[in-house]
């Protein structure tokens, strides 16, 4: 099994910059597709981009697309979200989540282990 743990959230300006990350701990770390979710008020979790057990495979949402980029670092046992030219439409409680095997997937039920959620607030 699996715990994960985001950090690097916070306030900032549209058009700014923030690194997330996320940490986990449990062995065999390649084994595991990861993806980032999102969750604004009032509306339903949202699949922001997955990336494959061994970084070779990325797909990212299309609000997200040219604006993202997902990396991770299996020897760290760590994943991280590169969010640049950020929107206010970006705002929302942002998840990192695991899922048994190596293929990638897109739907949030499909994910097996979620952090506790980090808070990305995008406002002038």
């Known amino acids: 099994q699996v715990q994960l743990v985001e950090s690097g959230g916070g306030l900032v300006q549209p058009g700014g910059s923030l690194r997330l990350s996320c940490g986990a701990s449990?062995?065999?770390?390649?084994?595991?597709?990861m993806g980032w979710f999102r969750q604004a008020p009032g509306k339903e979790r949202e699949f922001v981009v997955s990336?494959?057990?061994?970084?070779?495979?990325?797909h990212y949402s299309d609000p997200v697309k040219g604006r993202f980029t997902i990396s991770r670092d299996n020897a760290k046992n760590a994943m991280y979200l590169l969010m640049n030219t950020l929107k206010p439409e970006d705002t929302a409680v942002y998840y990192c989540?695991?899922?048994?095997?190596?293929?990638?997937?897109?739907?949030?039920?499909?994910?097996?282990?979620w952090g506790q959620g980090i808070q990305v607030t995008v406002s002038s």
């Open positions: 990336i494959s057990g061994n970084g070779d495979i990325k």
């Open positions: 449990g062995r065999t770390f390649s084994n595991y597709a």
């Open positions: 989540a695991a899922r048994v095997g190596q293929w990638i997937a897109t739907t949030a039920t499909l994910y097996d282990y």
